[in-house]
């Protein structure tokens, strides 16, 4: 179970490897940092870039964040792994524009980061807590809703018409589960149908069955490594898309169908009308 406090690493987390959209590779190497710091990507052009719904550019596929020339690709999964291990602060040095994709989990960032210590630092962490329900709606009947809760906890729906796949459900709170269990190991998919339009398109040039799940009409690429792998993927995104909130958030956060640009809009909703963090 995570502190109520602020917490860091106790030393260097370091990984390599290629971006799943641009192909580039990339070292990135997490450095502890003090407190109130919150996360900060130092892109590979020496530009700041704090992880924060603010800084998001772009959601295509992957979370994006920029801030002036600087930009980071797929920040979603090492953020992730961090608000589970209640890292709040810390330096992120990027050699490339992307996090490395690795498996296409967050197993090895979650089990790395750990292995490095995490720190608990003097100070509350900072915790957002919605008084009202906030609710964003997609094109095609996707959304995201924050209902105000007791605790931080995620619900996952997914659905696709797919025999493959179907409705698939998640639910993780933070006290009570176990993310390196529970979360941690599932990777990210792609339907074959999509995956050649996406090489078109210039996406997913890192791409391939070593670090995503392709799903065919009739089979996987590989067998899952956590039952309903799918849906506990799409609920890793939705845990990194929300720590960009840079606070805990202490509400039930359900998503339906959804995908980046929707947790992020959400999370912006949220942003823009609370703002009552701890942190002065
Ligand atoms: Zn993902």
């Excluded at 090492?78 to 994709?101: C, R, T």
């Excluded at 995620?154 to 979360?183: K, N, R, W």
């Excluded at 956590?226 to 359900?254: M, N, S, T, W, Y």
Aim: a negative charge; proline letters at 6%.
């Amino acid at each position: 179970m995570k502190s109520h406090l602020q917490g860091t690493l106790k030393k260097e987390a370091v990984f390599e490897g290629v971006g799943i959209h641009t192909g580039q590779p990339c070292k990135v190497v997490v450095r502890g940092a003090e407190e109130n710091h919150g996360r900060v990507f130092a892109a590979s052009d020496g530009g700041r870039v704090p992880a924060r719904v603010d800084s998001v550019v772009k959601c295509d596929r992957c979370t994006i964040l920029g801030s002036g020339d600087s930009v980071v690709y797929t920040p979603e999964h090492l953020l992730s792994a961090m608000a589970a291990l209640g890292i709040d602060n810390a330096l992120i040095e990027m050699s490339g524009p992307e996090v490395p994709i690795l498996d296409g989990s967050a197993a090895t960032f979650y089990s790395a980061l750990k292995q490095a210590g995490v720190q608990v630092q003097k100070s509350p962490a900072p915790v957002v807590r919605p008084e009202k329900p906030f609710s964003v709606m997609g094109d095609q009947g996707q959304s995201v809703h924050v209902v105000p809760w007791s605790e931080e906890h995620y619900e996952y729906v997914l659905y696709y018409d797919h025999p493959m796949l179907g409705c698939q459900t998640v639910e993780f709170s933070p006290q009570e589960g176990d993310y390196a269990l529970e979360i941690a190991p599932a990777r990210t998919f792609a339907l074959w149908e999509e995956v050649k339009p996406l090489l078109e398109r210039g996406l997913a040039q890192g791409g391939t069955v070593d670090n995503a799940l392709v799903v065919y009409q009739d089979k996987f690429s590989s067998p899952l490594t956590v039952e309903r792998e799918p849906v506990r993927h799409k609920c890793l995104d939705l845990i990194g898309d929300f720590a960009l909130l840079d606070a805990r958030i202490q509400a039930k956060v359900l998503a339906i169908r959804a995908g980046h640009k929707l947790h992020v809009d959400c999370a912006t909703a949220v942003w823009k009308d609370v703002r009552v963090c701890e942190r002065a």
